[in-house]
């Protein structure tokens, strides 16, 4: 399961009013980096067979069935600390983090 907090689902739902097309946000991983997985974030534009839509607040979250158990129990925030702004993501699954924060590793 996959929950966004307020300031993330206003976010997601401003972004998706510049996409006429989209279905939503589609959030995964990817191999990288120094610890290991990476996350992504693009616009979900269609569904795959392997994909599950979860519904939050006004927004759909697309994530491949691949990248769940990496995902499990993560949330998704979105802060603004002055000028920057940024997605965050908590996830109870990371046992480590490279010293750039670019990167993560997790438990299987």
Not at 23 to 45: E, N, P, Q
Not at 59 to 80: A, P, R
């Amino acid at each position: 399961m996959i929950t966004l907090t307020e300031s993330a689902i206003q976010r997601v739902a401003d972004m998706m009013k510049t996409r006429e097309n989209s279905i939503g946000l589609r959030v995964g991983v990817t191999k990288s980096g120094c610890s290991g997985y990476r996350y992504a974030l693009d616009f979900a534009d269609e569904l795959n067979d392997a994909d599950q839509v979860f519904d939050q607040g006004n927004v759909k979250i697309v994530v491949n069935e691949e990248c769940l158990e990496l995902l499990d129990g993560i949330e998704l925030d979105y802060v603004k600390k002055g000028l920057n702004q940024s997605f965050k993501f908590n996830n109870p699954n990371v046992i480590s983090e490279c010293g750039c924060g670019e990167s993560f590793s997790v438990t299987k």
